[in-house]
Nanobody, 114 residues
Framework: QVQLVESGGGLVQAGGCLRL?????????????TDWYRQAPGKQREFVAT???????NYADSVKGRFTISKDNAKNTVYLQMNSLKFEDTAVYYC????????WGQGTQVTVSS
């Protein structure tokens, strides 16, 4: 059974930083691409960042230069380092992984106060 558990969210002032973690069981991050998505109140879930099995990364324009996705294969954990946070980054952040079938975590709340 695949399980993804996000952590690291919280309340932070604008300009601050947070690091989110996504720990997996039942699936190996070294063999799949893993993404971070976010969903703000009243908005659709949107793509934030992805890291390929080989380590290549890609980002949404809105977070490029501020967020960094990385992974530790030994810990089977993917991270999202978020710097220079803005009010508009407030959302529930989810990690997603898989190939034919995709798996989602339960999400972690990030709130940025202006």
């Amino acid at each position: 059974q695949v399980q993804l558990v996000e952590s690291g969210g919280g309340l932070v002032q604008a300009g601050g930083c947070l690091r989110l973690s996504c720990a997996a069981s039942g699936i190996n991050f070294s063999g799949t691409a893993t993404d971070w998505y976010r969903q703000a109140p009243g908005k659709q879930r949107e793509f934030v960042a992805t890291i390929m099995s080989g380590g290549n990364t890609n980002y949404a324009d809105s977070v490029k230069g501020r967020f960094t996705i990385s992974k530790d294969n030994a810990k089977n954990t993917v991270y999202l380092q978020m710097n220079s946070l803005k009010f508009e980054d407030t959302a529930v952040y989810y990690c997603r992984t898989g190939r034919i079938r995709f798996y989602w975590g339960q999400g972690t709340q990030v709130t940025v106060s202006s």
